[in-house]
């Protein structure tokens, strides 16, 4: 008998064909996403973008006008107590109660999701270490700095053991240490089997941290999947970039055929070339303007540049289709 | 306890959460404390003294006189054979009646006015409206936390008042009389039902306003009137018999408990988050 493949599991989130407006001001139009399980997916987006709509579609907390809303295979409008059982949520403001002690905080979280009263401070002293909060569980949270009550916040996420955690800009307000340590609490977590979908505008957290991204501009998608598979799909050629000696803003060169970007910083101005074919023309162009060339070295785009080129195409196809219209 | 049924565990703790953040707030329970001291102390024990200490003086004996405009049934009820006893039981039972109605209600429509609003207002309504707690286990987990503290003064206001009544009225008619019938059936039966409609009316509101500001504004329109009716209601109680008291608390309660079924609708999750077309 052979082996049997095991059928890949239903995604943790599956939004289809959102649409959300308040007011008559559209907050997601068409959005689709796809949040696989046991896996971190970021979303990312200006602000605006319709990332916190999104995720409080998740829960249920709000409703769709229309589209189809599948959190861990069930809808949240019908079994909505089930639904927001399963998730953990760190909103971008910490939503915590300033009056009551952390403790306090921890205790009514615990009670709300229905855990049991003999394991409740258990979860607590755990959830608590784990985010290093321990010695100020017993202090008004009015008194918590910034990162204690974002730390607060993910141990409440986590009291009631959910499948699925939802953060949205869990690092903003955040120094830079902090929301290093934010992170990598983060990134532990899918180790225990927890799907993460998290909301950012930085785009340097994204980036090493993300499994899939779903990158939102003006409350839709466009595009989402891997990281790599997506900067492979946008740049299927290996990418180049050139180093030019000195600071001088190249600004004509951006014209030429596979320049993706050029980037002007205090060591120098660099070239990114979208693949190798273009290099002999560009240093070309460089040589002949009087510049001279540092190096030439192979490139790997980030996250970033992938953001901003997507973004930009959006642009470049919104203004396309208009003066379609138009003509 | 789960599915779309009531879990009342979830319920208590919303109430219990609620009541101990106004215990921790001292700006909410000073005044309230206040308020109660002035209804149920300072007042009375000014006034009952002062009738006491005065002796059989004009002042009095037209007071004393003015009881005739009581419903016969009040008249009869009237203890003490001086002026200023028959005076003094007069208005230790009749005059401060409707002051146990309006402690309660004001104290607990300013706490149910805020509570839905200020959620919202303070960030942690995006908290309850992520969390399993069902839209009508938060209201009515908000209702009793907003009608206990109010409730709680009054009655520790009434035990005071009590011991006040007894130890300045009673030596002149005769021995410790109060809480009379009436009275117990006042607070313990007319008096939650009044605090009933009030809060519905008013944690509707609060689940409907864009501010605390605004919730505050709008509850003081509501329960003006229905302190007035209240006022009136209570005093009818007072002077009436145990029948008459009965049946206004059955009325105030079948007015409360459908007002607060009716009311069950006020919190969505969309206005819990505070965005614009939940408001």
Redesign the interface.
Known sequence: MGRVSSPPAPPAVSLRGIHK???D?PALVDLDVVAPDGRITVLLGPNGAGKTTAI?VV?????PDAGTVRTLGLDPDAD???V??A?G?V?A????????TGL?NLR??A????VDKRIIDERIRAAAGRFGIEHALHS?VGGYSTGMKTRLALARSVLHDPRLL?FDEPTSGLDPESAQAVLQLIRDMTTDGHTVVMCTHHLVEAEGLADHVVVLDAGTDLVSGRPDDLIKGFWPDDSVEIAVEGNPTLDDLTVLPGVIRIERSKRGTRVILERPDVTPDVVEALVRAGHRIRMVNPHDPTLEELYFAVRRSARDLGETATQEVMS | MSGSGMNWSRTFTVARTDVKQLVLAKDFWMPMGILGSIFFVIVPLVLLFSITSLGDVEAVQNIANTLEVLPQKAQDQIKGDTPQGRTSYALAVFLFAPMAVVVPLTISTAVGAATLVGERERGTGEFLAHSPAGTKEIYLGKLMASLLPGYFTTMVGFTAYSLIVNVIVGPEVGGWFFPTTQWWLLMLWVLPGFLLIGLSLVLRLSGRVKSTAAAQQASGLITLPLIAISYAQASGAIYGTPTTTIVIGAIAWTIGITSTWKGMGAVKRQRLLGVADGV
């Open positions: 407006s308040f007011n001001v409080r829960t249920g907390a709000m409703e909505g107590e089930e927001r059982h998730c949520v909103s403001k910490p939503a915590l109660y300033d009056r009551l306090d009514y979280a009670e709300l999701h229905g008004q939802l």
